[in-house]
């Protein structure tokens, strides 16, 4: 990584030498009772869970891409943030780096659109800055070379033009591109993207995707949410399906088989046989079964 990794080294948690990225065993995840919710409202889902997540375990070493798919209501945001260590996980241990994500300060997280105040004022260079908050320290003031790194990371993700702009003005996948800088001045490890495609043409889904492959020389982990089952096959070291329950985590083609479709996406897709193929229709936009 660049110059600036040995100071956020020093003033984040030493990393384990020998641990993983990231390693999850056994998390369980229920949200309290009545709170929009899954432990008062919603029975089984169609792997018969009563959890967000559930008994989820996995290791993720240094470096790897991974994209993680399954249906709406999958658990997929709740995984990020129970790495990210917003969510703490009701059983079983999450370990970044070897320590309590909370020490960290080296994971950077992308919300899902929907979660993000696209309205409050700020401007682009701002969001980036942001990032540099570990390096610089809480109530001090950005200098120089803080502005010269937030620039040099917008030039980086192709945005220098917009660092004047409100990030609100942005379009969709600009605003993504924003995000990834800010991850990038953050000087981040550990990179979460929830669904960072959903609604991006196809020209911003292979910036983001060129922007992506860059950071593989930096050693960057990457976990991305998706909808996209051939994105996520074509792109990504690796391949995690869930629906509360790790359905199944390693290569694409042994992960997208339709018997694990059939179990993560069970009514919401239908599997029809094409000369000896299996042609896998997924609905991925909404909770209602095919028909
Ligand atoms: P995904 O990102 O795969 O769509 P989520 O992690 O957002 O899945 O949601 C998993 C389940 O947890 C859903 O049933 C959702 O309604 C529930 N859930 C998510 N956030 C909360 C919350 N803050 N309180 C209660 N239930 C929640
Ligand atoms: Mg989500």
Request: glycine share 8%; hydrophobic share 45%; net charge negative.
């Amino acid at each position: 990584m660049s110059a600036w990794v040995n100071k956020i080294k020093a003033r984040g948690v030493p990393h384990v030498d020998s641990a993983p990225t990231l390693e999850l065993s056994d998390v369980t995840v229920a949200y309290p009772a009545g709170s929009n919710g899954l432990a008062s409202r919603i029975g089984q889902n169609v792997n018969g869970s009563h959890y967000a997540l559930d008994e989820i375990s996995f290791r993720i070493d240094a470096g790897r891409q991974v994209a993680i798919v399954g249906p709406n209501g999958a658990g997929k945001s709740t995984l990020f943030k129970v790495v990210v260590g917003t969510v703490k996980p009701t059983r079983g241990t999450v370990n970044v780096y070897g320590h309590d994500p909370d020490c960290h300060i080296c994971i950077a997280y992308v919300p899902q659109r929907s979660q993000i105040d696209w309205s409050f004022p700020v401007s682009v260079e701002d969001v980036v800055m942001m990032g540099r908050v570990g390096q610089i320290g809480l109530f001090r003031w950005p200098r120089g070379h803080d502005w010269l790194a937030v620039r040099e990371c917008l030039d980086r993700v192709r945005a220098g033009h917009l660092a004047k702009k409100q990030i609100g003005e942005l379009s969709g996948g600009q605003q993504q591109r924003v995000f990834i800088a800010r991850a990038l001045a953050q000087e981040a490890d550990l990179l979460l993207m929830d669904e960072p495609f959903s609604g991006l043409d196809v020209p911003s889904h292979d910036a983001i995707l060129d922007i992506l492959k860059s950071l593989r020389s930096e050693d960057v982990t990457v976990m991305v949410a998706t909808h996209d089952l051939n994105l996520a096959a074509d792109n990504f070291d690796l391949v995690m399906l869930l629906n509360r329950r790790l359905i199944a985590y390693g290569q694409a083609s042994q992960v997208l088989t339709s018997a694990n479709l059939l179990n993560a996406f069970g009514g919401m897709m239908h599997v029809v046989d094409v000369e000896d193929e299996s042609l896998i229709i997924a609905d991925g936009c909404c909770d209602e079964p095919l028909d």
